[in-house]
């Protein structure tokens, strides 16, 4: 069965500072590997996917992500947080048949100015 | 492009009732989620539609919960009856494409915050 874990329940940043938010994955194939991102009162929105292709991935808002096959992660990067970053962030994985999303329980970044 | 559309926002309902959401996906799009998110965890997906067809309903509590996507566009998520377990945020998303092909990328839609009393 495939899971994702995100070690992290809160990650603090000050504003500026380059940010981590870590994510590991299990899933049989190749995974298809997804960050969303929660902010308060509003729905999910997708910040980037790795499908196939660069281990380094760039998505919406100065954010990317880097897969590493062999340590099975999928770390969440930005390298000058901005108070409007803090939100809740959701690592989520899918096999190659399409089926089977799995989200990880989320970690919740604070950007202190 | 209007976004996922889902009704109602709010819902409160006493154990053992029959309750129904209702989601509108973007048009266009063949793929459908329904998911549970409760307070504290990440969404878990309950039903995945691929046009009105059922693609994955493994982690759908079908002695209580159903759905359908007649013709394919929206769908209804019910549940009956509820316990108090149940209360949680329904939230709705779509893909464009097929689910095999589609590449993931979900749109949400608000979701629909049920409590169970």
């Known amino acids: 069965a495939q899971s994702v874990a995100q070690p992290e329940d809160q990650v603090n940043v000050a504003e500026g500072n380059p940010l981590t938010v870590k994510c590991t994955y299990s899933?049989?194939?190749?995974?298809?590997l997804f960050w969303y991102v929660q902010y308060p009162n509003r729905g999910l929105q997708f910040l980037l996917k790795?499908?196939?292709?660069?281990?380094l991935v760039k998505g919406s808002y100065g954010f990317e992500a880097e897969f590493n096959k062999s340590q099975t992660s999928f770390h969440l990067k930005k390298p000058s947080a901005l108070v409007s970053d803090s939100a809740l962030y959701f690592c989520?994985?899918?096999?190659?048949?399409?089926?089977?999303?799995?989200f990880g329980p989320g970690t919740r970044l604070s950007v202190l100015p | 492009e209007a976004g996922v559309a889902q009704s109602p926002r709010y819902k409160i309902i006493e154990k053992r009732q029959s309750v129904a959401f209702w989601c509108n996906p973007i048009?266009?799009?063949?793929?459908l989620y329904w998911y549970q998110q409760i307070l504290g965890q990440g969404p878990k997906l309950l039903i995945q539609?691929?046009?009105?067809?059922?693609?994955?309903d493994s982690q759908l509590p079908k002695d209580r919960f159903s759905a359908e996507r007649l013709k394919g566009v929206d769908s209804t998520l019910k549940i009956q009856p509820a316990k108090l377990e149940d209360s949680a945020v329904y939230l709705c998303?779509?893909?464009?494409?097929?689910?095999?092909?589609?590449?993931?990328?979900?749109?949400f839609g608000p979701g629909t915050r049920l409590t169970v009393l």
């Open positions: 048009s266009g799009h063949a793929t």
């Open positions: 989520a994985v899918r096999d190659s048949e399409g089926q089977n999303f799995v």
């Open positions: 790795y499908i196939t292709g660069d281990n």
């Open positions: 998303a779509s893909s464009p494409g097929g689910w095999r092909g589609n590449r993931g990328e979900q749109f």
């Open positions: 539609f691929q046009n009105n067809g059922v693609v994955d």
């Open positions: 899933v049989s194939g190749n995974p298809y």
